[in-house]
T-cell receptor
């Protein structure tokens, strides 16, 4: 089945540690996105990538980093510089066919203590 | 700046009653509009989308939405609520310009359905 996988579903880390969230898609989509979701705030864009080896900062990129070495993969690293990393993280992808919709993965809930 | 406003962070209805979730947008160009649904601890699933074709859009699970340019609205409705409709609903706008599919989301509306 085609889709987006995110792993792990739940992740726990100690403050001061970097942590990498995985996102893989087999939809053959060119563009991929990372969002952060906090209660009552909707989704906020962290980073996006339109093609391999290229990515752009979104609205809240500080304290995060990404890479896009393969079309299928777009991992997100939450660094120790992110002041409030506990959140639900969603990965999405979209095709280049002007349908303008995005397809979402199941999300990773990160808790930092 | 483009934005999306969802009126009411929480909406409660009885099973069988009409569901109405409100969404207003601001955009200087014709928008593409979406409604997504999110069940607890899950990703977002597309309910329906408006892409400048018919103004009344039908989606999955009996939901529909009407694009009203004069009111800059895209309200989501369902004639008869079911218990399984309890979830969080997000309205989003995509400007579709510049080859970059940026979605701007509203803050979400949590729908509760009572027996």
């Amino acid at each position: 089945d085609g889709g987006i996988t995110q792993s792990p579903k739940y992740l726990f880390r100690k403050e001061g540690q970097n942590v990498t969230l995985s996102c893989e898609q087999n939809l053959n989509h060119d563009a991929m996105y990372w969002y952060r979701q906090d209660p009552g705030q909707g989704l906020r864009l962290i980073y996006y990538s339109q093609i391999v080896n290229d990515f752009q900062k979104g609205d809240i990129a500080e304290g995060y980093s990404v890479s896009r070495e393969k079309k299928e993969s777009f991992p997100l690293t939450v660094t120790s510089a992110q002041k409030n990393p506990t959140a639900f993280y969603l990965c999405a992808s979209s095709p280049s066919d002007n349908s303008y919709e995005q397809y979402f993965g199941p999300g990773t809930r990160l808790t930092v203590t | 700046a483009q934005s999306v406003t969802q009126l009411g962070s929480h909406v409660s209805v009885s099973e069988g009653a009409l569901v109405l979730l409100r969404c207003n947008y601001s955009s200087s160009v014709p928008p593409y509009l979406f409604w997504y649904v999110q069940y607890p601890n899950q990703g977002l699933q597309l309910l329906l989308k408006y892409t400048s074709a018919a103004t009344l859009v039908k989606g999955i699970n009996g939901f529909e939405a009407e694009f009203k340019k004069s009111e800059t609205s895209f309200h989501l409705t369902k004639p008869s609520a079911h218990m399984s409709d309890a979830a969080e609903y997000f309205c989003a706008v995509n400007l579709g310009a510049g080859g970059y599919n940026k979605l701007i989301f509203g803050a979400g509306t949590r729908l509760a359905v009572h027996p």
